[in-house]
């Protein structure tokens, strides 16, 4: 049985899925691949195009215009991923590269474990957020079919045809749906390809941890011979070097992927702080708008499983950017604890040089100058709130 490299434990399910949405870079383009992904990238363009003229003919109608506005926040956002994914194919193509570098290859079973639980972490956070998509899309689809009147899955879109008319009507919703999780898949997927690179990085960065801990003491003992002393202090000069090598991959490979993602990563930012202000705003329309509904209607819980996932998804980037600062962190402190007043000269200067290298923690930055982080991820709540505060308050004036 052969085991899987680095880049297939982490990016396995996602790249397979971005494959069949068309984006996901390939060896060899034939006529085909170009024609798939040329319908695939217009498809989503068109979903966004045809929300956009609903939101322009409806203008002047808040609660139309509101109900339409998340989806078009969404679907701006996942068109910026899919065409900066794209576009960004080469770079795509050495971060896969860098993960399979023999620096980062596990040497050891421990090695080994430390990769695969951080990979089936990733996996398993995918397919939950994955999952909870598709439920909201069922959600959504069949609220279309049990109504009285003719509605398509996401109502809130212009069309090019009169939908009253068969088969218009289940050709319109069948294109519809087909384009809402083509949308939902690159949505989902391209943001746990960032989120994949950054667990790689916590897992290298555990397995240096773990290195220092074999650099041994060197006890002043008449016991010891000069050539033992010697063999033991080359040992462990050599074990720094090596945490230090592969510290320096490590920051290269997120010097990488942050340059990679940094611009989506900041799309996708500022789509959320309006997605969650509109959503919030939605759902609270029953006053504003003087509508009555429920709180346990269906259209209330299609929009509460709405924000969840958004919020999921903007508190899992948050998290694992954490994680990568704070292990950053955690390993100049693992290095100030080596026995390192038992070494010689050279080993001290390579530590001295190592952690001044290391005062800067690793930060996943979106748009080259937003930290990611836990914090930011309750600075940006409060932010959607101000601005869910003061377009309710607009309103009601």
């Known amino acids: ?49 045809f929300n956009g003229i609903y939101i322009g003919l409806m203008w002047g109608d808040l609660k139309a215009v509101s109900d339409a506005l998340y989806m078009f926040f969404t679907q701006s956002t996942c068109c910026s991923k899919a065409i900066g994914f794209y576009f960004n194919f080469l770079k795509i193509k050495r971060i896969v590269a860098s993960m399979d570098d023999v620096l980062f290859t596990a040497m050891s079973i421990e090695d080994q474990a430390t990769i695969f639980s951080h990979s089936r972490t990733v996996n398993k956070l995918y397919k939950g957020v994955l999952g909870f998509t598709g439920f909201t899309l069922v959600q959504w689809t069949v609220l279309s079919l049990i109504g009285s009147e003719r509605t398509l899955p996401f109502n809130e879109m212009w069309v090019p045809t009169d939908i009253s008319k068969s088969p218009n009507y289940e050709i319109t919703f069948v294109v519809e749906l087909w384009m809402m999780v083509i949308s939902a898949a690159l949505f989902m997927s391209v943001d746990t390809i960032t989120v994949a690179t950054m667990m ?3 897992a290298q960065l555990d397995i240096i941890m773990k290195k220092t801990q074999q650099i041994q003491e060197i006890p002043l003992s008449p016991d010891l011979s000069s050539r033992n002393r010697s063999e ?19 920051v290269r490979f997120s010097e990488l992927c942050e340059g990679t993602f940094q611009v989506h990563s900041f799309f996708h930012l500022g789509g959320i702080v309006f997605m969650i202000c509109v959503i919030g705003f939605r759902m609270a329309g029953q006053r504003l708008f003087h509508e009555q509904e429920s709180p346990v209607s269906a259209q209330f819980w299609a929009a509460l499983s709405y924000l969840v996932i958004i919020l999921g ?23 100030y604890l080596t026995p390192w007043y038992d070494q010689d000269m050279k080993f001290k200067r390579n530590l001295c040089i190592a952690m001044e290298c290391m005062a800067k923690s690793l930060t996943f930055r979106a748009g080259s100058y937003i930290p990611l982080s836990r914090a930011m991820f309750v600075s940006i709540l409060r932010s959607s709130y101000s601005y869910f505060a003061f377009l309710n308050q607009a309103n009601e004036q």
């Not at 033991?232 to 490590?250: F, P, R, S, T, Y």
């Not at 998804?313 to 994680?323: G, I, P, R, S, T």
């Open 1 to 49: 049985m052969t085991m899987r490299t680095n880049a297939k434990s982490f990016l396995f399910v996602p790249s397979k899925v971005l494959t069949l949405c068309g984006v996901w870079p390939v060896e060899k383009t034939s006529l085909f691949s170009v024609i798939y992904r040329s319908i695939m990238l217009s498809s989503q363009f068109c979903f966004l195009v």
């Open 200 to 202: 790689f990085s916590c």
């Open 232 to 250: 033991l202090h080359e040992k462990n000069n050599g074990i720094l070097v090596d945490c230090i090598k592969h510290h320096q991959a490590i």
């Open 313 to 335: 998804q903007l508190y899992l980037y948050c998290w694992c950017a954490n994680e990568l600062t704070t292990k950053s962190e955690q390993l100049r402190d693992k290095l």
